[in-house]
């Protein structure tokens, strides 16, 4: 049991750790106070003066010793990870275990890890997982018509994302409308450049639609979402495309990106261009099926929630996805997400204050 330092406030530090930046947040639980916000960018790259991560949480200029506990988000879980996970020995070398699943994500995140364990020891570091809001999806929504032993040995089964943020604006929409979360059925719609969907029966995530990695589901930025696997193939054998040509394609050169040039959403509502135009269309009609499926899943629907850069700043594009008769008696709810914050939340639960 971990009690708290400082009895005039819980300092809970939240670090998101990318590849070539460190978001820094430094939250007084007591208020939910942003006490420090700082954001590091290109850590590595030619001409930075920040060389590593190392260097990038010195720069922070932090007294790490009055903080209560440092909460590290951790973009895959696994099945080994439901909750947030102290960070010791064992708990890394899983984390590491799972690099394969999130090749990457989950390096850049154990980077942010073992640079704050060296650099803060004394220090309580808890994973928070953007995996752990799914892990109570029931099996017929996680598992793929596949092998089953594609599953049973190799792990192959949707693991959903943005859990923090779904989970996060499912709570506010509760107290927005005054209600317990597990008297609700929501669908949370994350809308950024990354973006996902999810169906929350009482409270619980039971589909969503990013799967085995963020790729699946939803239109987005740069990654074309669901399409028909056998493309893959197709490409591969009639295009002459080697695996992670059709990785790089999927992932950074595909969605709105792939079809019209741009993914700012802000440019392609302003743009005349024609394939702009389509694009929206695209990316729109996708959110629209998912919503629909979503509601035939769940039955009763307490309202939709947006969130994301899309969701939250565009009336345009919110009211374009609910334009059928189908939505006409839902309520529906906008909320800024804040993934750091529902991190620091999620650590108490380990402090247990
Ligand atoms: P990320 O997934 O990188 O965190 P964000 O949640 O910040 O992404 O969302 C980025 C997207 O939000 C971009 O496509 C941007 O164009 C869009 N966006 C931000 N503000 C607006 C706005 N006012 N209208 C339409 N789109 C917006």
């Known amino acids: 049991m971990y009690h708290k330092k400082n009895s005039l406030g819980v300092k809970i530090a939240v670090i998101n750790s990318g590849s070539s930046s460190l978001k820094f947040k430094l939250f007084d639980m007591k208020t939910k106070e942003v006490l420090k916000s700082i954001l590091i960018e290109h850590i590595g790259e ?17 007294d790490f010793s009055e903080l209560d506990a440092i909460g590290h988000r951790v973009v ?26 999130a090749p990457l994500h989950n390096p850049a995140n154990l980077e942010g890890i073992l640079v704050a364990k060296k650099y803060a020891p004394d220090i309580l570091q808890i994973a928070v997982f953007d995996t752990s809001f799914h892990s109570n999806m029931p099996k017929e929504a996680f598992l793929y018509p ?20 779904h989970s996060f604006v499912a709570k ?14 929501l ?21 969503t639609s990013m799967g085995f990695t963020p790729l699946e589901g939803l239109v987005m930025g740069t990654r074309s979402g669901d399409i028909d696997p056998a493309i893959i193939f197709y490409m591969q054998r009639e295009l002459g495309l080697g695996v992670d040509e059709v990785d790089t394609m999927l992932n950074k050169k595909s969605g709105l990106l792939g079809i ?13 261009d024609e394939l702009s135009k389509l694009a929206l269309k695209i990316m729109i009609r996708r959110v629209k099926k998912y919503i629909g499926s979503y509601m035939a899943l769940l039955g009763d629907v307490d309202a939709i929630v947006f969130t994301g850069g899309i969701g939250e700043n565009s009336q345009y594009i919110r009211d374009k996805i609910l334009d059928s008769k189908f939505f006409n008696e839902i309520e529906v709810i906008v909320v800024e997400t804040d993934e750091e914050l529902e991190i620091a939340d999620e650590c108490l639960k380990v402090l247990d204050i």
């Open 260 to 272: 019209c040039g741009k993914n700012d959403v802000r440019e392609l509502i302003e743009s005349e």
């Open 146 to 165: 596949l092998e089953y032993k594609m599953y049973e040995k190799h792990k192959i089964r949707r693991y959903g994302f943005h859990g923090t943020s």
């Open 46 to 62: 030619e001409n930075s003066s920040i060389k590593n991560h190392h260097q990038a949480l010195e720069s922070l200029n932090i």
């Open 172 to 185: 506010q929409s509760a107290r927005i409308l005054g209600k317990d979360l597990s008297e609700l059925n």
């Open 187 to 207: 669908i949370t719609l994350h809308l950024g450049n990354g973006a996902s969907a999810c169906a929350i029966e009482k409270g619980v995530s039971v589909d």
């Open 76 to 101: 895959h879980g696994g099945e080994n990870f439901n909750k947030p996970t102290i960070l010791d020995e064992d708990s890394i070398d899983k984390i590491q275990k799972l690099i394969p699943l």
